[in-house]
Structures are given as structure tokens and as C-alpha cells.
């Protein structure tokens, strides 16, 4: 099984548009310390032919073009995306979408949750549902998805709910402290082969805290992809580009006695690799202090274009 890494930056990307922090600065002046990232997308395959994509991010075209395992294969169209799977309705994992609208035969999996977010926006409906197959997926019920065709693509998905929180665009502040999030608003999910051949990987670019269930269940994996989104809870704060905490925005630091790699060090966990990576954090800046101190704490930066092998 092999794991691509399209895009490893959270939304906005890196560095972000309109954003002019150190790191933004840096990767927009051709700093080699800085690399610019795209909004964090993955794709894997069981056979090198045909592949998963897992979320759909506003870069995506970009992406296609940037890989070549993803490119045409043979005849005048076609693509070798046989479905995608999207872990929330977030703009950063659904916008990618509309990249895939020129008569291209799919599948989108999703939470039912999901699937009514698309289904109540008319843009989405550029996907032709005589060729993009609609599936939902149940949390907690492992399934190999398919193409539009129906054939399996030799993967074991399982979705289950992790703590986070509803799209920004969906929050109800007449609903209270969760502004009406549940369960299927923040998914993580495991995949591996369908036949067995390996224990599979973890992807889980949105979470909000490590509760002893969850830390029970990653125990001993060979590799997880985890919410890499903020260094510290007030870092949009401190650094002048936002007003909301990393747990506001349902994301866990990567710092502090309450930050991932705190919750990490006792989970013998072998390969660890933040992703969804936002432009504010200075893990990104390869000269960084903090990214020696995630790199010593055995934790791995993801960059664009990162191939992993299972």
C-alpha cells in the first residue's frame, strides 16, 4: 500500500494568500527553510493503478497536476482516482470537488452528516450523478470502497468519530458550547489492505483532544498522520492573525502538557507525522526550534508530494 501526501497545510495553505507572519514571508521569498504546502489532501492505493482520494482540497488541481501518479494513463480522458472519501464538510476538504466535475466517474463517501451538507448546496450538483456515485459511510463498520463501476480498490476504510468540532460554516451559536456539532462533524479513519498484508495507518487531520479511548486504540501503530494544525493553543492569537484558540477551532497544539506530543510519548506509535499544518506555525520553518523539538520528540513535518509505503 502506498500513501501520497498531495497537500499537507491546513486551509489557506503556506503560505496563506493574504497572510504576511515570518513563515508566510519566508516561503514567498524562496526561503529553502520554508517550503510552500498546499491545503492537506492524501491519496493511497492497494495496486499503483487505481486510488483513494482522502478529502478533496481547493488546491486539488494543483495537486494533479503535481503528481504524476495521478495523471491520465490512457485513452484521451480519464483519471486514475477511483473514489474520494471526505473525514468532514470543512471548505479546506470539500472544495476540491468541483476540480473533479469534467465527466469524470467516481464515488464520494462520506458520513451521512456530510453527504446532507453537499446535497444542500446546488454548486455540488456539477457532479453528474449519472457518473459520481453518492455513498454513505456508517462510523464504526469497516468497508472497501469502490469506484463508480462498483469494483473494490482493495482497501479496508473504517471511519470513527474523534473529538472536533462542525465546519465553521455550519456553526450555530444558538445551539451552545458545541455550536450544534455531533459525532460525524470530525471523523479519523483506518485503512489498510483489504487482504490482510498490513496493519494499515491512522489519518486524522482534524482532532480536538486524546481521550484514553482513543489513545488506547492508536497504541502501537505503525503509523499514524495526525492534526498538526497549531504549535501552541494561542498562537493565532499571539501572533496577531486571528482571534480564536487552536481548541476553538477544534484542534489539539502540538505543544504543552495538553498537546499531541505530549499524548503521543507514551503510545509507541512508529511513525508519526503531523499533517494539516497551518501557515501560523512555526514547525514549519525547518530552522525552527520547534521543529527540532517535535523532530527529537520522533515526530515527522509532512511536506507536498511525501510518499509513505505500508
Not at 268 to 277: K, L, P, Q, S, W
Amino acid at each position: 500500500m502506498k500513501i501520497l501526501v498531495l497537500g499537507s497545510a491546513a486551509g489557506g495553505g503556506f503560505p496563506q494568500w493574504n497572510c504576511a507572519c515570518e513563515g508566510c514571508r519566508r516561503a514567498r521569498s524562496g526561503d529553502p527553510a520554508a517550503k510552500p504546502r498546499t491545503q492537506s489532501s492524501l491519496a493511497v492505493t492497494a495496486d499503483g493503478e487505481r486510488w483513494l482520494l482522502l478529502n478533496a482540497s481547493p488546491d486539488l488541481g494543483a495537486q494533479l497536476l503535481a503528481n504524476p501518479q495521478l495523471h491520465p494513463k490512457a485513452g484521451l480522458r480519464g483519471n486514475p482516482i477511483g473514489a474520494a472519501l471526505l473525514t468532514n464538510a470543512d471548505i479546506d476538504h470539500v472544495a476540491g470537488l468541483l476540480t473533479l466535475r469534467e465527466s469524470h466517474p467516481f464515488a464520494v463517501y462520506a458520513t451521512p452528516r456530510v453527504h446532507g451538507v453537499l446535497a444542500a448546496n446546488s454548486v455540488f450538483n456539477v457532479l453528474n450523478p449519472d457518473l459520481v456515485a453518492r455513498r454513505p459511510m456508517a462510523l464504526g463498520q469497516p468497508f472497501q470502497p469502490a469506484g463508480a463501476d462498483g469494483r473494490p480498490l482493495g482497501l479496508e476504510v473504517e471511519a470513527f468519530a474523534v473529538p472536533g468540532k462542525v465546519a465553521l460554516y455550519l456553526e450555530d451559536a444558538s445551539a451552545g458550547p458545541g455550536f450544534g456539532s455531533v459525532a460525524e462533524d470530525t471523523v479519523a479513519l483506518r485503512i489498510r489492505p483489504a487482504d490482510g498484508s498490513s496493519e494499515g495507518f491512522f489519518y486524522i487531520p482534524g482532532c480536538a483532544g486524546m481521550p484514553a479511548w482513543l489513545a488506547d486504540r492508536l497504541h502501537g501503530a505503525p503509523l499514524v498522520l495526525f492534526d498538526g494544525t497549531t504549535w501552541t493553543d494561542d498562537e493565532m492569537i499571539r501572533s496577531g492573525t486571528g482571534i480564536k484558540t487552536a481548541a476553538r477551532m477544534g484542534h489539539m497544539p502540538m505543544s504543552g502538557p495538553a498537546g499531541s506530543m505530549a499524548a503521543f510519548a507514551p503510545l509507541n506509535v512508529a511513525r508519526r507525522i503531523y499533517i494539516h499544518i497551518n501557515n501560523t506555525n512555526p514547525a514549519l520553518l525547518e530552522d525552527s526550534p520547534e521543529r527540532a523539538e517535535a523532530e527529537a520528540a520522533g515526530w515527522r513535518i509532512a511536506h507536498d508530494g511525501l510518499e509513505l509505503t505500508l
